[in-house]
Structure formats: C-alpha cells, structure tokens
C-alpha cells in the first residue's frame, strides 16, 4: 500500500524530474479546465482502483477514535473549499474528498487522484497542534481542487495509467528498502522505464506556491490559525536539518524552499486571528498517533515509561506522556500500569483550565479502549454512558464490542444486542462504506440468530474494501444457505438476491473500468 499510494504521491509531487524552463513554460493555464484526456471521472477511476490496492494492505489503519479526530479537521475544510468556490460542481460529488491513514513512522502525507489524500502517523505525531495538521491537509486538498493532479498526467496522452502506477512502485522500493534489498534490485531494473512516466506526473513550482496560497485561504476560512501554515513549515525544516535520515519524504516531495517559507510568515498578517482553542484534545491524538505507529514489543516498552526521554513540564507533555503509557500498557496487557496512566491523564484534562469536553472524551475513549482489552464490558459500558447519545463513530463501535462481550454464545431476545444492532443499521444505511460497522454488525446478527443478515452484512463489509469478488462468494453462499431446507426469512432471501445482482454489476463495471485505464 506504502508502494502503491506513496510512489503516485511521490511523483505528482516531486518537481525534480522537470527541467526548470520546463515546468514553468508548459505549465497550463491555473484557470483553464484539466485536459479531456483526464478526465474527472477517468481521475475518480483511477484513484478508486489505488485505494483497493491500500484498503488491502496491513499498513491502512482504520483506527475510529484517530479516525475521528482527522474528519473533525478534514471536514470544515472541505466545507470552506465548497463555500468559496474550490469545490466546484463537477467534481463536489464526482471525488470522494476521503482522508485516511497509514501506519508509518515517516513524516508524509499525500494527495491522490479522485479526492483521496493520506496522511501517515509519523507527521501527526510531529505537529504540536490541529492548526499544524489543518495546513498539510488544506495544502493536499488544494491540489485537488486545483485538479493540480490531472493537468500533471494529462500531459502523458497513450500512458496507461495502472502501468504508471505499478513502474512508480519500483522507484518508491528502491528508496525505502535499500541497495541489498531483493526488492531494490527488482525496482532498479524498471527504474529507466519509470523516470520517463514519472516527468508526466510532477507538481510544478508553481503548483506548489498555489497550493499554499489557496490551502491558506482554505485553512484560516475554517476558523484555524492562520500561524498552523508558518509553524508546521519552520518544523519540518528544523526537524529535517537536525535529523532526516529518511524519514521526511514530505520534504522531497513537497520541497521547502526560504521563498516559500517567507510567504507563509509573510500571510500571518493578512489573516484575522483565531481564538484560542484547547490543545490537549490534539495532544491526545498526537501521542495516539506516536504509539499506534509502532506497535512492535520494544517500542510499546519504550512508550510505557512514564518518565521518557523528556522531562514534562506543560500539562500538554503530561498528557501525552500518561496517554502514550497508557495505550502502550494496554497493548502490553499491563493493566496496573494502565490504570495507573489512565488515572493520570484523566486527571490532567478534568483538572487543568485550559482543557475541554473533548480532551476528557479522548481520554475516556481510551479507558474504554482498555476496559474492553481486559474482558470488562460492564465498566466499558458505564464509562461510556455518558457519551451514548453522540452518534460518533468510536462509541458506536466500542459499544458493540461491549455489547458482543457480554451477550451469551445464542441471544435472540438480547435486548443489549438488538438496540446495537439497531443503532449499527442506521449507521450504515448514512455510512454505507465502513467496512468496521458493517463487520461489528455481522456479528451481532449472527448472535441474534439472523444468519442470512450476518452474510449479507459480512458481504458488505467486503464491498467497502473493494473485495467485490470476496463480496460475491459470500453472498452465494447465502443464497446456498436458504436452498438447504434452513428456516429463513424471505425479505432476507431477497436482499441477498438483490445484493448479488447489484455486486455482480459493479464488479463488472469495475472490470471495465480497469480496462479503460489500462
């Protein structure tokens, strides 16, 4: 996934490829429509089929309650992008405009073709506030609304786009597994054919300065700090003098030159100031983020030590210091250890003035988070009570967890489990794409005695990920099931059947699709 998503990254980004004079001279016109020979819907085809290849990697992290927090960026941006006019019509409900995670400890994020735009743990964990984040992911967005992606591939008029993506692979390998690698072997030998493909994808200079420009009008219209853009700058440049190593590709790609530093600061005073907002809810998602981006035994024991590499003084330090303890500890099944940081992070964002109702909401997803881990459903379900009615995400799931833990092996009359399993349809019917709802409500059907609802939801679950072929097999077999004589419901009998048709049609679009790209 790292390959697919990164390497496309790395070359509608990378101006290295360009000549100078070239980039600057060819450059279409910033108000002219993206060439036909990309279209929007070519361009939503195409950045469809490269989030199949992610959504099946280990390194896609579906992590609700981080999740969340990026959406709770992500949206006022896009909702700033349509109100002045970057989200135009034809591409408002065309693109997926779909954040997501990767489980990297590098310092990136990247635009991809159709709306999508990735974000590794690595650069969430190294920006200090929402303000920060808010500038990389305006930035990324622009280069959508700009359609910044199209007029770099329009250029290249017979390439296919699938082969382009897979010779950018080889190029990406080469630099992330070393000389010895098997791997960086294989992607020298494509490298030649490669560096030709890769000239017609690059983000020009100008496209650059644009993003910045437009992603800053984006971010300080949503009501975030117009300083986030200037700050997270002088970070990742300071960050990378003083130690690269490799490990900020977001600096090759989207290189910082002192003109563009100078503009970010040179804007702080064209904006209006913001009012201050807490920081610890960002704090807990930071050190969510540090942790979660290595989960290997030796780094979790790094993270559990209260006391760090750092000396806390801000209640901010604090907070990230008890939160990644605690989340450390609960993946180590440390559980003395993680009350004990539990406690102290609740104790910071309940006693500290400068907190807020979400700082404290993070911090009790997280005693959750650990309840659940240990086989505690009933003090899961009561720290969550508080937050029952909110609608989000991370509750709903975390209280279908509790809700499977405590229901017995055959429930049908399980009050607990049918209000979940209510509360799971609603969401999926507004939300029909989360692969996690529609796994955590298979199960529960499958509980209440409702088999034919679990395959059909378990088939689902596969459609979010791009599986339709996985998607099929299983709604076959609940066609096989209510064949065996089994007693069903024939309103379930037909969803499936409908289900199957409909599946069977997308697939072959799908097929056609990866056709016209080819």
């Known amino acids: ?23 600057q001279n060819q450059l279409p016109s910033l108000g002219d429509p993206a060439s036909a020979d990309f279209s929007i819907a070519t361009e939503r085809k195409l950045g469809d089929a490269i989030m199949r290849e992610i959504h099946a990697d ?48 590098s310092v990136n994020a990247f635009a991809l073709p159709g709306g999508y735009v990735g974000v590794n743990l690595g650069l969430m964990a190294l920006t200090d506030t929402r303000d920060e984040l808010a500038s990389v992911l305006a930035h990324e967005m622009s280069h959508v609304t700009q359609r910044h992606i199209a007029r770099s591939i329009a250029n290249k008029k017979h390439q296919s786009l699938i082969s382009l993506a897979t010779l950018l692979v080889g190029i990406l390998a080469a630099s992330r597994a070393g000389s010895s690698s098997a791997d960086a072997a294989n992607a020298a ?98 050190a969510r983020a540090r942790v979660l981006m290595d989960t290997r035994f030796d780094a979790l024991h790094r993270w559990q030590a209260l006391d760090g590499d750092r000396v806390a003084t801000t209640v901010a330090d604090k907070l990230a210091d008890a939160y990644e303890s605690a989340l450390a500890s609960t993946l180590l099944r440390d559980w003395a250890r993680a009350d004990a940081s539990i406690s102290v992070a609740l104790g910071l964002v309940r006693g500290s003035p400068r907190s807020s109702a979400r700082a404290v909401r993070a911090v009790v997803l997280l005693k ?124 379930d009998v037909s969803v499936i059947d409908a289900r199957l048709r409909d599946v069977e049609a997308l697939r072959r679009q799908q097929k056609a699709d990866e056709k016209e790209l080819r």
């Not at 790292?2 to 980039?23: E, I, K």
């Not at 970070?235 to 130690?243: A, G, P, V």
């Open 58 to 105: 280990p390194d896609y992290l579906d992590d609700p309650v981080l999740l969340e927090y990026l959406q709770s960026i992500w949206q006022p941006l896009v909702a700033q992008a349509r109100r002045m006019g970057n989200i135009s019509a034809d591409i408002d409900h065309r693109f997926a405009w779909e954040p997501f995670l990767v489980r990297d400890r």
């Open 189 to 286: 030998i494509v490298g030649s054919q490669a560096i030709g493909a890769q000239g017609q994808l690059n983000f020009s200079r100008d496209m650059e300065r644009e993003a910045d420009r437009v992603g800053f009008a984006v971010m300080t219209g949503a009501g975030f700090a117009p300083g986030g853009m200037a700050a997270m700058f002088e970070k990742l440049d300071q960050s990378s003098r003083l130690n690269d190593s490799g490990g900020f590709p977001y600096l090759r790609t989207h290189p910082l030159t002192s003109e563009r530093i100078g503009e970010a600061r040179a804007r702080l005073g064209t904006a209006a100031p913001v009012a201050p907002v807490s920081v610890l809810e960002h704090t807990a998602a930071q």
């Open 368 to 491: 959750v988070q650990s309840l659940l881990a240990r086989g505690d459903a009933t003090g899961a379900l009561a720290a969550l009570e508080p937050y029952r009615e909110d609608g989000s995400r991370p509750v709903l799931l975390l209280a279908a967890q509790a809700a499977l833990a405590l229901a017995p092996a055959s429930a049908p009359d399980n009050r607990l489990l049918e209000q979940r399993a209510s509360d799971l349809r609603t969401w999926v019917a507004l939300n029909p794409n989360d692969e996690l709802a529609w796994t955590a409500l298979s199960q529960i059907e499958g509980r209440l005695g409702h088999p034919l609802r679990a395959v059909r939801a378990d088939a689902e679950s596969r459609v979010a990920l791009g599986d339709l072929s996985g998607a099929i097999d299983r709604l076959q077999a609940g066609q096989r099931r209510a064949r065996d004589g089994s007693p069903v419901d024939f309103i």
């Open 1 to 23: 996934m790292r390959a697919v998503a990164a390497a496309v990254a790395f070359a509608l980004s990378c101006p290295a490829a360009l000549p100078p004079a070239w980039a």
